[in-house]
């Protein structure tokens, strides 16, 4: 069964930098997994898609508000997957969560806890 967990929230300064990470684990990770995506969720707002990564290609893809900020990258050997996020803003601050698409499925079916993610101003 696939697990994801994330970690490297924090408090940051607007202007600042963080970087999240995001370790699958389970025998058929890589056999199922389609893409992996990032997503955040702030009080009271729903949740929104931050960006995401095909794992076969590398090909990633992100919601306007964060282009030129935040970069999705993985780590191929270590089912790991990275969100890079600078010139953070006051309005970044949320719920960081990673999720997995496997194949078969357009829904992002594994989810991780989620790491906080707190930008001053």
């Known amino acids: 069964q696939v697990q994801v967990v994330e970690s490297g929230g924090g408090l940051v300064q607007a202007g600042g930098s963080l970087r999240l990470s995001c370790v699958a684990s389970?025998?058929?990770?890589?056999?199922?997994?389609?893409?992996m995506g990032w997503f955040r969720q702030a009080p009271e707002k729903e949740r929104e898609f931050v960006g995401s990564?095909?794992?076969?290609?590398?090909?990633?893809y992100y919601t306007d508000s964060v282009k030129g900020r935040f970069t999705i990258s993985r780590d191929y050997a270590k089912n790991t997957v990275f969100l890079q996020m600078n010139s953070l803003e006051p309005e970044d601050t949320a719920v960081y969560s990673c999720?997995?698409?496997?194949?078969?499925?357009?829904?992002?079916?594994?989810w991780g806890q989620g790491t906080q993610v707190t930008v001053s101003s």
């Open positions: 999720a997995v698409q496997t194949v078969g499925s357009t829904d992002y079916g594994v």
């Open positions: 389970g025998r058929t990770f890589k056999s199922y997994v389609v893409s």
């Open positions: 990564i095909r794992w076969s290609t590398g090909n990633t």
